[in-house]
């Protein structure tokens, strides 16, 4: 069984610390001993959808992140395509 920081998919895992430093614009050294505090509370332009992608990338429970970086992209492609984000 995995630990609460322990990702079973590795690349999920470390895609979502980077991406909430950045979004956070600080760093998520304790995220694995504590609960990591919402980007928005940093950033106010942070999309709703997108902070709730990074949120559950970060979930201590396995069973509610996304399963592959596949689903991943799938999450992050919808963000795009309601934020009107374009690349």
Do not use: Y
């Not at 609460?4 to 998919?9: G, I, K, M, Q, T």
């Amino acid at each position: 069984a995995l630990n609460s920081c322990e990702f079973s998919d590795r690349r999920i895992g470390t895609c979502a610390v980077v991406l909430w430093e950045i979004s956070a614009t600080s760093h998520a050294f304790q995220v694995c001993s504590r609960e990591p505090s919402k980007p928005k509370t940093f950033q106010l332009s942070i999309p709703d959808m997108f902070q709730d992608i990074v949120m559950r990338m970060l979930s201590k429970r396995p069973e509610d992140r996304q399963p592959t970086p596949a689903a991943l992209l799938k999450d992050l492609e919808r963000v795009k395509k309601f934020q009107n984000i374009t690349l």
